[in-house]
């Protein structure tokens, strides 16, 4: 299982654009990255999965370079209700095993009025 | 999409008390299910996971076990609970070919 290194915490205003930035050195080849959230006393949620490239929803937008070592998430136009832990998760589904996963301490991001 | 069921919310239990916390998920079948397990400030330890009925796999040695004795019922238990059992439990699902996995609303647990 590859080990991913995220920043401890960031800060933001609310309308500006945040970028979070994964390290990922050990990725294997045959796995993918997702990014998900989590509020207070509540279950994280899932963002955005990605492979390779960028890949964008409704919500955010996941740039992956082409040595794949590294990820970084962005949100678009953050508000206060971003206020919340992201975490960088790598792993790989196939062989049937499950989805073993390392969610790190995350990012807190903190967005302020 | 699935749902995520667990209960209780809230436990406080002495140390050395049994515990049983339980996890049930709707609107899918056969889906890999997980616990976890969250310190106050830290991020989710993966304690147990499972593909099958019957099928557990533990991540991380301690006095935890875990069963699944329906394809969408997911059992945490210890005989002895210890202080660092304290923490906030979560159970979650994916489906075998998805890389979203679904949480359920926790449950906290002190251990006095």
């Known amino acids: 299982l590859a080990k991913t290194t995220q920043p401890i915490s960031m800060d933001s205003y609310e309308g500006q654009e945040v970028n979070i930035t994964c390290s990922h050195n050990n990725i294997a080849t045959n796995d993918y990255i997702t990014w998900y959230q989590q509020f207070p006393s509540q279950g994280p949620r899932f963002i955005i999965q990605g492979y390779k490239t960028k890949v964008t929803n409704e919500v955010a937008s996941l740039f992956i370079p082409a040595d794949r070592k590294s990820s970084t998430l962005s949100l678009p136009r953050v508000s206060l209700s971003d206020t919340a832990v992201y975490y960088c998760?790598?792993?790989?589904?196939?062989?049937?095993?499950?989805?073993?996963?390392?969610f790190g301490a995350g990012t807190r991001l903190f967005v302020k009025a | 999409s699935q749902t995520i069921h667990q209960w209780p919310a809230t436990l406080v239990q002495p140390v050395g008390s049994p515990l049983s916390l339980e996890c049930t998920v709707e609107g899918t079948s056969n889906p890999n299910l997980y616990w976890y397990r969250q310190a106050a400030g830290r991020g989710l330890q993966l304690l147990f996971y499972?593909?099958?009925?019957?099928?557990i796999s533990s991540e991380v040695p301690q006095n935890l076990s875990a069963s699944r004795p329906q394809d969408r019922q997911f059992i945490l238990s210890s005989k002895k609970l210890l202080l660092s059992d304290s923490g906030f439990y979560l159970c979650a699902c994916n489906k075998g070919d998805s890389y979203e996995q679904y949480f359920g609303p926790g449950t906290r647990l002190t251990v006095t």
């Open positions: 499972s593909v099958g009925i019957g099928q």
């Open positions: 998760l790598v792993g790989d589904l196939s062989g049937g095993g499950g989805f073993k996963t390392i």
